[in-house]
Structures are given as C-alpha cells and as structure tokens.
C-alpha cells in the first residue's frame, strides 16, 4: 500500500517532468539514442530516491539528478566531451545534402550545431535557460553552482553561443555558391 | 561590445532576473549607451531565433513506457522480497503503518500549503487546465484559424474576446472552447508550445474575479494579467518565461 501511494505520488509529481529530462540529456549527450538510456536510469535513480524528495520543485530535482547522471556517463564513456573547450567536429558531423540544408531547416541546423559545439559546462545553461525556461534560482540548484555564478555563466555561454555561428558563416557561404 | 560595467547585467536584465531597482537602473543606462542598446537587441534577436528553432526534443513514447513498466516492476520485485520468511512481520507492519501515516500527513500539509497559497481563481483555472487536457475536452472549436475560432464564441458568451494566432511566435492557435471560473462562463483559448498545451481563460475586467499574479499549483505554472478591458488567466506545464512571453503577445494585439 505505500509502495502504491509512493509510486502514485512519483507519477504525479515526477513522471510529468519526463520531457524535460529528455530535453536535457539529449543537449548533454548530443545523441538521441544515449539519452534515452541515461535519461530512462535517472528516472530510475530518482525513483529509488524518491523518498529524499520532500516538496517543492519537482523538475528542478529531477533535473540534476539528470545532469549528474549525463557527467557520469560522459565521464565514462565519452570523456574528451568534458573538456573545457569549443568542439568543433569531435564528433562525426553528417554531411548534409543540399535537400536537408532546405531553407526551412537551416536556421535550426546551424543552431544545433553551433550549441553542440559549446562545452557541456556552457551548454547546459542555455538549454535550461532558453528551451526549459528555468529561473536563474532553478539553474544554479540543478547545476550546484552559486546563483551569483549564473548571470556571468549566461553571459558568457550567450557569447560563445554567438562566436560558434559566426565561424559557420564562411562554410554556409561556401555552400551557397555550390548549390 | 557592451561596455564592461553592465556585461552581466544585460544578461539579468534580458532574463527578467534583477530586481526593481536593478532594472531601473539598467534603463537608465541603456538611454545613454548605444553600445548596450544595441547589444541588448542581439541578444533578444539570438533568443527569438532559439525559440523559432524549436529546438525542444521531447521524450520519445518508448521511453516513457520503459520508465512505466521498469517502476511498475520495480515495486513488484520487492513485494516478492517481502515474502521471504525471515522478515519481521510484526515490525515491518509497524514501520510500513509509521511511515504510511507520516507520509500521508506530509503529502497533505504540502498540498494544503501549495493549494493555501494560491488564489481560488488559480485553483479553479488549474483544475479547468486539468479537465481539459482529458480526451476530447480540449476544444469545442478546433482550429487554427482565428476567424473561425473568434465567430464561435459569438452567441456562446455575452462578450468578444480578442482572438488571435501566434504560430508565428511559436505558440499556434489549437481552438477554443467554454469554460467555468468562479461561477462565471469565461471563453477558453488553447494555444501550443512545443507539444505543450496553454490554456488562456479570459473574462471580461473584473468579472471574474481574477487578480493579476503568478505561481505554482501541483506542477503547473498559471499567470494572470489584465490588458485591454480583459481579465486573462493562463495554465500550462511549460515553463513560466513561455507564459510571460504569451502575455506580451496578447498586449500586441
């Protein structure tokens, strides 16, 4: 009966956030397929530890719990991704066909290239910032840093943000005589 | 480049994250300093095409189902540990009827105090969110088009809300429907954000008896305003900044 009303109680309160975990491991991962596994084991974890979840933000708990499991798993199997730097091309881009690069998609295109070349540390403010919509409260309990940190944290991967579309201009202009 | 003073600033003043006086101060020196003014607009620009990007990935239906089943088995694995005879019956009964109690009590006062805190209209707008997110009640009038979605409401209420699709902002028209708020029949909008749903409540001023504010209710981010002779109230499971910026699109129109 108290597994029961705990697992309802999980449901109601947790379950809802699912996409948001989603969201977030898929931007720290940059691959689909590897945050479907480790957003499903922190569904998990939070399940187990449910009981240490008291009341107040349920996303912004199940959020950290995602973020600490994605820096688990980078560390373990993709640790060259946590290195403080701009990665550009560590990871094998897909040639894009003229067709894919079609005028709707491009604009989106660039973004996600240009956010998954910023380092996790970076990222991880603009996508819970920009896409989850987190107050700077929420981003500095989901990230364990300081709240004065984020202001600067923002600023900064805004910035980076910024340079990483700007390096792609050459190459889309490039693009553009081919077609 | 912004100049060194107010870099960060700019950032929590984009954000809506400074207070009053920061804020105030913030414009002051936006008046007299190019430089930010103009750092200001890229940043806004940058984050529209973010939005427009639709860059939110949501979770594949596998893995909700993986979740739901793996906590589904989770719990009936341990009730199979439960049956091995060298537990203590007797204390384990006692313990499970402690913590059942004390949770039950904690699970009560949180909801108390959340539900104590908030307004009745939010309460009533969340639970009319929650009745509508139930197959088939969403929208009396499904349509993406706002002269269809405006006319409807003609006959339906004894007023004309203002109607119209932001799809072009990212957050497309669904349709609208009749809705309850304290007593009094309020036309209902549904708006999108990525796979979210938004509904909009609105009455006219004072009508209601809404008061503009904003919080949280059981997970879910309401905000009321007024604009234009109207009452609004609106509830979602998206984020909080995706209600302030329909708010803003609603004083445009």
Known sequence: MLEAQERERFEACVLPHLDAAFNLARWLLRDRRDAEDVAQEAMLRAYRFFHTYRTGDARAWLLQIVRNCCYDWLNKNRPADLQDELQEGSLPSKELSPEALALANQD?????KALESLPPHFREFLVLRELEGCSYKEI????????GSVMSGLAR??????????????????????? | M??????????????????AAGAAEFERHLKSCPECSAALSAERALRKSLAQAQLYELA???LRSAVQARIGSASGKQTVTTMQPQINWKWLATAA?????????????????MRGAAPEFAIAAVDAHLRSLQQGHLADVQSTDQHTVKPWFDGRVDFAPKVADFAGDGFPLLGGRLD???????????????????????????????RSGSGEIQGYRWLAWRAGGFDYV???????ADLEELRSLFGKI
């Open chain 2, 60 to 62: 594949p239906a596998s």
């Open chain 2, 234 to 240: 609106a509830v979602t499971d998206a984020s909080a």
């Open chain 2, 2 to 19: 912004p100049c060194d003073y107010v870099e960060e600033r700019l950032h929590g003043y984009l954000d809506d994250e400074l207070d």
């Open chain 2, 180 to 210: 309850v708020l304290n007593g009094r029949t309020v036309a209902a909008l549904v708006y999108g954000r990525r796979k979210h749903i938004i509904n909009v409540f609105a009455a006219p001023e004072g009508t209601a008896s809404t």
């Open chain 2, 97 to 113: 009827i402690l913590l059942l109690a004390i949770s039950t009590a904690l699970l009560t006062m949180a909801v108390l105090r």
């Open chain 1, 140 to 147: 500095a309990a989901i990230t364990s840093r300081p709240i």
């Open chain 1, 108 to 112: 989106r295109n660039r973004l996600v």
């Open chain 1, 157 to 179: 991967a805004r910035q980076q943000l910024r340079e990483a579309l700007l390096a792609q201009e050459p190459a889309r202009k490039e693009m553009g005589r081919a077609v």
